[in-house]
């Protein structure tokens, strides 16, 4: 029986976050953790009347204190790129390739000097701890794409399915062909492109190639989304005994429900999480 678009989309969900979704504190404890000792050298200048001093003779004792400073500034990299009206400049703060005075100058630039001289913060352990707070909570798009990765997991081995053994996880084509020899020229413009798909699933009868993904706002992405699966869907018809699965779901759909029905009304096996809850697995994976 043909199934209902509009009452198909009404399942679907504004969010599947879990409780460490929002903020990752154990990698966040853990990045703190790795410059506990250098923070702690470097917060003697907390209030320091000749802060520019100070700081140059705990470079030249301490020079592994300049891996701190990328991170006061909330920065990922270990170099930090500037211009002024002198040009441009690159500052390593892994290995220390300019004076220690260059340095100081920079500090003093940009700022931190100021924030350590005139006590704006108390200690520089809290203070990092809360900058990669703020900075983990960018990850969080990465973990929404992995919460729905997890939860089709999760649902496969429910199923009784084994990983390693009959389910794969993140499998390219050319593994896929290799495993099971199986020709997927038709998905792979002839081996010249290359595909991994989330997960796939083989039974006696069948490998299921899997796709799985939660989209809480909308954007131009998801008709894209929805077309390039449309296309893969049709692909993956031609090819026997390999049955395409697309596993998604998310509130951002709303704005993009007509690509998302063209696709459903040509995708047989296209599901959400309320399916999986029904056993759709079990029903499809044979």
């Not at 000792?37 to 802060?51: A, D, P, R, T």
Request: net charge neutral; glycine share 6%; proline share 1%.
């Amino acid at each position: 029986m043909k199934r209902d678009f509009t009452k198909w989309l009404e399942n679907f969900r504004n969010s599947i976050a879990t409780y460490s979704y929002y903020i990752d504190f154990e990698k966040v404890f853990k990045n703190v953790d790795s410059i506990k000792v250098e923070l702690n050298i470097l917060n003697s200048l907390i209030g320091s009347k000749n802060i520019a001093k100070e700081f140059e003779n705990i470079i030249k004792k301490y020079p592994e204190t300049l891996k701190c400073i990328p991170i006061l500034l909330a920065v990922r990299s270990t170099e930090i790129e500037v211009s002024d009206e002198k040009g441009s400049f690159v500052f390593d703060f892994q290995t220390q390739t300019r004076s220690v005075t260059e340095y100081s100058m920079f500090m003093k630039k940009s700022g931190l000097f100021d924030l350590l001289q005139k006590r704006l913060i108390n200690n520089l352990f809290d203070y990092v701890t809360g900058v990669e707070t703020g900075l983990d909570s960018n990850g969080r798009k990465n973990r929404g794409g992995h919460l729905m990765e997890d939860l089709v997991e999760n649902y496969i081995e429910k199923a009784g399915f084994v990983k390693n053994k009959n389910y794969f996880k993140e499998m390219y084509i050319h593994e896929i062909t290799k495993k099971w020899g199986t020709d997927l020229s038709a998905i792979s413009n002839q081996g010249k492109m290359e595909k991994r798909f989330d997960y796939v699933v083989k039974t006696n009868k069948m490998i299921y190639v899997i796709e799985a993904n939660f989209y809480g706002s909308g954007g131009s992405k998801l008709n894209e989304t929805a077309r390039s699966y449309k296309t893969l869907a049709g692909e993956i018809d031609t090819i026997p005994d390999v049955t395409f699965v697309w596993f998604t779901d998310g509130s951002g759909w709303t704005s993009a429900r007509h690509n998302l029905e063209e696709t459903f009304d040509v995708m047989e096996n296209i599901y959400c999480i309320k399916d999986m809850e029904d056993g759709i697995i079990e029903k499809v994976f044979r």
